[in-house]
């Protein structure tokens, strides 16, 4: 892996923990293969907006997935965690999806422009994508930085479904 690819990796790691809260212990393999993953599929490109719906307050085997947008791609890694542990987490592989197989876009819970300043709205956003059969809503958490960044994606997914 090139050193550029390597720092990319990296900047992936500290993304994900960032966009959400959830805690390491002492297995982190499947983390570090996620981010790892994520940097080869992006290679040069940059990463517009990540995020994950890892939840480790279940308290049983669940789903889980690290979804990031490239200017061209989709990158989805799919878990599986048992228990409710992040310990026993299983990197289940990565799948790519171009941008332009975007099919729907909804955008709700914005909030009101009135009285902001350019810099601080919007506070809170989100969108719902579908991707074939496929259809999440982002951020998965409604706190967080997450609001603005997905109000960024926005207008680049607008432009998708035109593609």
Not at 82 to 105: H, K, M, P, Q, Y
Not at 117 to 142: C, H, I, M, N
Request: aromatic fraction near 10%; glycine fraction near 8%; hydrophobic fraction near 40%.
């Amino acid at each position: 892996m090139s050193e550029n690819l390597l720092a990319v990796a990296s900047d992936v790691c500290t993304r994900i923990y960032e966009a959400g809260d959830f805690d390491f212990v002492d297995n982190r393999f499947w983390y570090d293969l996620a981010s790892s993953q994520i940097a080869l599929i992006a290679g040069d490109s940059k990463i517009l907006y990540i995020d994950h719906d890892i939840n480790t307050a279940h308290s049983d085997n669940t789903t889980a997935k690290i979804v990031a947008f490239t200017e061209d791609v989709v990158i989805i890694v799919d878990l599986t965690f048992s228990a409710g542990s992040t310990r026993n987490g299983r990197n289940l592989g990565a799948r790519v999806i171009g941008r332009r197989e975007l099919s729907a876009f909804t955008v709700s819970d914005v909030t009101n422009a009135i009285g902001y300043t350019q810099d601080d709205w919007p506070k809170k956003a989100s969108v719902t994508v579908t991707y074939g059969d496929e259809t999440f809503t982002l951020p998965f958490r409604s706190y967080g930085p997450a609001g603005l960044q997905v109000a960024q994606l926005a207008g680049g997914l607008a432009k998708d479904l035109n593609g």
